[in-house]
């Protein structure tokens, strides 16, 4: 209440009341003591005659409301009364929470703190730009030419190869690099060349912007950029590479001319088959000095440089599946066409030189050897980096610029064996002179340790210095033929067929091994052609063999059992044993009848490897050519060994093996009995004599060996017939001659361990598969002498046309489990992609028909396996 309102103090005067409110001490009854009371007589309302600052209770508390407001409120006050009485707050450097202010305005920055803030951070970035610019030093292309061998090493660790990119890199002065060249990149990469400062900042806020999310931290750099990074840097994406290459950047784009910036572009970037700056690139490609270029020349490289491995016209399937010869030439040219188009259009070929130039596409020459790489060398360091490349986050031309050592599995002695063989074999049965059909004849091989993986040698071809660039022992589009029986009857032991209920069968069960033979789907039907009339497989002889073992088909190679075996067992389970044992899914032809037969195309290497889960009772390890790769003294991450499985039950694989034992002892490949020692193995040929293998092991080595013809211009496998002066070249004889000549020396010295035993195995069924006419039944057990008429394991080519795929309802029970439907897997009689073999209906694929790359499916090098 206000104190216009209060009521007059009252006379003080006598009675109990004013006798009361006169005593000293506290009040007893309910009146409010008046703010400040001490107590004393004094200061009570009635003492010393002084005025009644109160009228009443009431009055009393509006007093104290309007004193406090409240007890928060008083509690504030008083505390402003003590920081008052204790004087004025110390300053602090930063007035954060803000002192004198209350609630929510305590967390609002002032705009002094606000501006300082903007100030410093503005001066801290000024000066880490000075300071970062201060301490980059400017890029020299004459130290990148610099570059350092890259060493390899055999498994003994004495050197193997020493192989650098310095022979093949050479600085040119600018007015010895084409006019044609510089607009040429200028059109292609950064039309803005000469107008901006070298810095593309929108590229680098999309780098960073990519980076944050996880993406690639590559982003549109121009010419200087590049020639910054391809001297100054590690190919590392990385946020502090990136700021460190804007730098970089901007000191060259000042202290540089444009002039001196695009000369050391182009003589540090990297144009494939190990060629730095565009000199080096002008001999490789061309073989001629970078002055004497045509502009569509010009053209050709300023295309490689956005990515050589994909834009040079040879085969790098090796190196990516995608990069085919043929996919990379259509690439070539297209960008090819188009850097002229757009050299035409910014005014830098006039209309007659665009014409000129545009006229006919400059195919590069071919690959060539370069110094060290001869013989074999080529091929086992062409092997190991893949295998680096593969296995590592080593950038190709990072890895090209050197200084890395790499420590492979090859062994000397064993890699001089191997070559040795081949050439030994191949002079005395083959004669290119005398005979046309000796004329590119080829041959593969390749070795592997048991229980390891590791590749301890290789052949790959007659080398570099011939022209011959493919390396044979890592090569896919050859198919494999019988060799890849063992997996049918792998797969039968393991898995069992439809008559068996899933039980494993054995190798004593009988087939029908009759030649021109209806094969049966698993509920009776017959697989059907695409006329519609039965399909008849065929063996290589019409010798009338009734029902034999499986043992006996395998020793002979017959035909007919394992077809009808491979549609009993189901060629998806087929496949899958192929694959557990080291097969990569790449290499895989069509699940038809002639599947079984060999009509997939698994290289030398990945053909060793899987042999080699046979001899180490059923333990798999996926090959690996590389155990170790150092630089600067530290080792590079990626190169474990890889891990050893069991793909197989043991007593299988012991059961391939005695079985395998047989074919050499009495089957199809009894010139390998003179290795003198225990061993196993399988002879193959496809139809029309394209391709002869023999594969074969000891519980040391496996080693596989393949020979074929190939047309040199496009890579389609050539008949055989006739080849050496035969008539046709089976697996037991040229093959298995390499085998056995390298492997006396492989093992010299070593001991015979022989082979586990094997075990009984499986269900013996007997007599199934179509009837025969007149059932002849052979006995059970091998015979200890061949047979007078051996069916061998080739056949001469069939005129039968391939099956078509039958419907579900003609081959196919419902639920089947081990049954392939002729709609999802291409049909139970071939596509004619098939004919793997020995008399089969179809004819062999070529190299480009087959599945997976036509050139290095990468084994031993490229690795799909898990773990290499």
Known sequence: MSEHRRKPPQPQGGGRAAARRGQPGPSSGRRAAPRGATGSPSDSYGAGGEERPYGGRAEARRAAQRSGGGRRRAAEAAGRRGRAAAGPPSKRFLDYPRAGKYGWQRW????RLVSGLCIFLFGSM????????????????????????????????????????????????FDQIPKAMQWAVISAENKSFYEDSGVDPMG???????????????????????????????????????????????????????????????????????????????????????????DSECAFLAAL????????????????????????????????????????????????????????????????????????????VDTA????????????????????????????????????????????????????????????????????????????????????FNNNADTSGVPVGSTWKP????????????????????????????????????????????????????????????????????????????????????????????????ILDASFATLNPSFALGTSTPSAIRMADAYATFAASGKQADPYSVVSVKHDGQDEPGFTKPKVTQAMPEKVANNVTKVLENVIENGTAQKAKALGRAAAGKTGTTDSNKSAWFVGYTQQLSTSVAMFRENPRNHQLLSMNGTAGVESIHGGDIPTAVWTEYMKAALKGEEDPGFPEAGEIGEVLDGVGAPSPTPSVTEEEPSETPSETPSEDEAEPSESPSPPAPSPSDSCRPFEWNCDDGDEEGGGGGNGSGGGTDGGASSSPSATESSGNSRGNGNGGLFEGSDG
């Open 108 to 111: 609002v920055p002032s705009w």
């Open 126 to 173: 000024v000066a880490a730009v000075g300071i970062g610019y201060a301490m980059v030093g400017i890029p020299s292309e004459n130290d990148a030419a610099k570059s350092q061998n890259n060493v390899y090493y055999w498994a003994d660790k004495t050197q193997m190869a020493a192989v650098g990119t310095g022979q093949n890199r050479q600085n040119v002065s």
């Open 204 to 294: 680098i806020a999309r780098a960073l912007a990519n980076m944050a999310r996880g993406g690639d931290t590559q982003g549109g750099s121009t010419i200087t950029q590049q020639f910054v990074k391809n001297t100054y840097l590690s190919q590392e994406q990385t946020l502090s590479r990136k700021f460190k290459e804007m730098f970089i950047s901007i000191k060259v784009g000042t202290r540089l001319s444009k002039e001196e910036i695009l000369q050391g572009y182009l003589n540090t970037s990297y144009y494939g088959r190990g060629a730095y700056g565009i000199q080096a690139a002008a001999q490789t490609y061309y073989g001629k000095d970078a002055v004497e270029l045509t």
């Open 305 to 380: 440089l956005k990515g050589p491995t994909y834009y040079d016209p040879a085969d790098n399937s090796s190196i990516d599946p995608a990069a085919t010869a043929e996919a990379n030439t259509k690439r070539s040219k297209e960008r090819w066409s188009w850097i002229l188009g757009e050299m035409h259009k910014d005014g830098h070929l006039s209309d007659a030189d665009y014409q000129k130039a545009a006229e006919k596409y400059p195919m590069p020459q071919g690959l060539k050897a370069t110094k060290g790489m001869s013989g074999q060398i080529s091929y086992l």
């Open 385 to 468: 980096k893949k295998y680096v490349l593969n296995h590592s986050d080593i950038p190709q031309a990072q890895f090209d610029q050197g200084g890395y050592q790499i420590y492979t599995t090859f062994e000397k002695d064993k890699v001089e064996a191997l070559t040795e063989a081949v050439q030994k074999i191949e002079k005395e049965n083959i004669d290119p002179k005398k005979r046309e059909r000796d004329k590119y004849v080829q041959f593969g091989a390749a070795s592997v340790k048991p229980n390891d993986g590791a590749i301890v040698a290789l052949y790959g071809g007659a080398g570099y210095e011939n022209d011959h």
């Open 487 to 582: 997996f049918v009857l792998a797969a039968a032991m393991e898995y069992g067929t439809y008559a068996s209920d899933g039980v494993g069968i054995s190798p004593q069960s009988k087939y029908n091994g009759n030649d021109h033979l209806k094969i049966r789907n698993n509920d009776g039907s017959y697989v059907l052609k695409k006329d519609n009339s039965v399909f008849f497989q065929e063996n290589e002889s019409d010798h009338p063999w009734g029902y034999i073992t499986l043992h006996k088909a395998m020793e002979q190679s017959v035909n007919t059992p394992f077809v009808q075996l491979g549609m009993d067992v189901g060629m998806k389970n087929v496949r899958d044993v192929a694959e557990k044992s080291g």
